[in-house]
């Protein structure tokens, strides 16, 4: 009877024992299911309020993801153990533009975004303490990203690439104007924080490279305004970590094939550009880093390499406020 009794015990055990995450594996978060506790000598670290992962006891962070960001990140994801294959490369478009062989930066002054200094300006106006008003004013010159998340707003950079070139004419001060690429088909393929226009069903790739093409004709009017874009803010990010999520698993080769287009077509008119790579909190950790480091520089060779590439952009989730 008590061995009986014990041999029940250890069947009973034995599930939670083996229910273990290995080493970087997920184990809690809203929405999990799985293993909630780590092998040894690891132990299970809440990042954010979706993703709790197995860390080195030695290298479990003391200030995690979530204390510092005031929103919830969008991503939860688990470690790939390989990259993602990349899509072959396509012809490039012959570029006319030379690039500088330094940063792209010196020499330049930074064009300040007149949507957002209206926007500041707005908000400063309901600020009743004159002191406090006129320092909140000064942000307004500030140079920002202006992000391009829709067709519809294509046409208005033009609008700032011809102010821009009147400043730099009127001042002797060349300009440099920063944009943001972001509206891939499927966008946001993990979460539904930041849905596009674009679905991949419904002619999404050739609805994407004709938004890039729009967005070249207008820089091409333009050549002596230098202007650097980031570009596709979180969607090679997600080729990483999260092809376990069936949308971006099969938007993976859209995505690949739609980012190639849009590096080699603004290359073609001479734009700077850095290639979105989410932020360390994301794609920092051991098991990330080499298929990440794998994944940027097959679509990098799949641009042809342009000397117009020249990194990644990286930050955290308040960044990427539009």
Known sequence: MKSSAFLALVATLLPFAAAQQAEWGQCGGIGWTGATTCVS?????????????????????????????????????????????SSPSSSAPSSTATPSAGNPF????????????????????????ATLAAQ??????????????????????????????????????????????????DRDCAAKASNGEFTISDNGQAN???????????IQQFPQVRVVAVIEPDSLANLVTNLSVQKCAEAQTTYLACVNYALQQLASVGV????????????????NLSPAAQLFSQVWSNAGKSPFIRGLATGRYSMYVK
């Open 41 to 85: 000598g690891t132990v299970c670290t809440v990042l954010n309020p979706y993703y709790s992962q197995c860390l080195p006891a030695s290298s479990a962070p003391t200030t995690t993801i979530s204390s510092i960001s005031s929103s919830p990140p969008s991503h939860s994801s688990s470690p790939s153990s390989a990259p993602p294959s």
């Open 106 to 129: 010196v020499g330049y002054e930074v064009y300040a975004s007149p949507v957002y200094a209206a926007e500041v300006q707005a908000a400063v106006a309901q600020i009743t303490d």
């Open 136 to 185: 909140a004013a000064t942000i307004a010159s500030v140079p920002t990203f202006i992000w391009f998340d829709t067709v519809e707003k294509v046409p208005q950079l033009g609008t700032y690439l011809q102010d821009a070139a009147n400043l730099q004419e009127s001042s002797g001060q060349k300009q440099i104007v920063q944009i943001v690429v972001y509206d891939l088909p």
């Open 208 to 218: 994407y490279e004709n938004y890039i093409d729009q967005i070249v004709a207008q």
């Open 272 to 287: 700077y550009m850095y290639i979105d790579a989410g932020h360390a909190g994301w794609l920092g950790w051991p098991a």
